[in-house]
C-alpha cells in the first residue's frame, strides 16, 4: 500500500461544477496537509494548507482534513477552466519530508 | 518579492555524464528540498537541505547528491546518468522546513539520451 493514495482522474467536469478532489494515507503521524495545483510545464503551486484535522476555505476552494479516517478532500466551488490542472495532494510531520500523492488531473471544460 | 529560480530550464545530456543543477530560493527562506517528477513515479523526494545541513534523504542513489550554501542557494548534482534519470527536477523553498508549505520553482527538465 502507497502511503498517500489519491483519485487517480482524469476527472472531467463541466465549468460552474463542484469538484470533489479525495486523498487517503496510512502514516497518522502527518499533521500538516497541503493541495498543490499544478499546470503543464510549471512547478506545483500551494493552493491550501491545514494543520490537524478541521476545514478551511478561501475563495471558491475548500480544503478538509479528517484525520480519524485518514482522509483528506479539496473542494472548488463554481469550477472555471482556468481549474484545469493536475492536483497534488501533501502531507509531512515538522522536520520530515513531505509525502506527495500521485495526482488527479482536472479538466474543467466550458 | 522574487520566486524560486532553477537554472536551467532543459538540458540533455549523455549517458554516463554528470550534472549540476542550480536553485536559488526566495529571499529569507533557509530550507531547500528537491524532489524529482516523472510521470510513472509522481513526486519523489531527493533530499531537504536546512542552515548549509542535510536534513532528509529520499531513497536515491548515491549518485544524486546535494549541497547548500550560507546564502541558501542549493545545487544538486548528478553523477554517471542514466536514462532513468530523464525527468523533471523541482527545488522547493521555505522559511522553516515546509510548516507553511513549500514554494516550487518552475524546475529543470533534464533528458539524457
Known amino acids: 500500500q502507497k502511503e498517500v493514495e489519491q483519485d487517480p482522474g482524469p476527472l472531467s467536469v463541466p465549468e460552474g461544477a463542484i469538484v470533489s478532489l479525495n486523498c487517503t494515507y496510512s502514516n497518522s503521524a502527518f499533521q500538516y496537509f497541503m493541495w498543490y495545483r499544478q499546470y503543464s510545464r510549471k512547478g506545483p503551486e500551494l493552493l491550501m494548507y491545514?494543520?490537524?484535522?478541521g476545514n478551511k476555505e478561501d475563495g471558491r476552494f475548500t480544503a478538509q482534513v479528517d484525520k480519524s479516517s485518514k482522509y483528506i478532500s479539496l473542494f472548488i466551488r463554481d469550477s472555471q477552466p482556468s481549474d484545469s490542472a493536475t492536483y497534488l495532494c501533501a502531507m509531512t510531520n515538522y522536520g520530515q519530508n513531505f509525502v506527495f500523492g500521485p495526482g488527479t488531473r482536472l479538466s474543467v471544460l466550458p | 518579492k522574487a520566486g524560486v529560480t532553477q537554472t536551467p530550464r532543459y538540458l540533455i545530456k549523455t549517458r554516463g555524464q554528470q550534472v549540476t543543477l542550480s536553485c536559488s530560493p526566495i529571499?529569507?527562506?533557509?530550507?531547500v528540498s528537491w524532489y524529482q517528477q516523472t510521470p510513472g513515479q509522481g513526486l519523489q523526494f531527493l533530499f531537504e537541505?536546512?542552515?548549509?545541513?542535510?536534513?532528509n534523504k529520499g531513497n536515491f542513489p548515491g549518485r544524486f547528491s546535494g549541497r547548500q550554501f550560507s546564502n541558501s542557494r542549493s545545487e544538486m548534482n548528478v553523477s554517471t546518468l542514466e536514462l532513468g534519470d530523464s525527468a523533471l527536477y523541482l527545488c522547493?523553498?521555505?522559511?522553516?522546513?515546509?510548516?507553511?508549505?513549500?514554494?516550487f520553482g518552475s524546475g529543470t527538465r533534464l533528458t539524457v539520451v
Open positions: 529571499s529569507g527562506h533557509r530550507s
Open positions: 522547493a523553498s521555505s522559511p522553516d522546513r515546509g510548516r507553511d508549505g513549500y514554494t
Open positions: 491545514t494543520y490537524s484535522s
Open positions: 537541505y536546512f542552515s548549509e545541513t542535510q536534513r
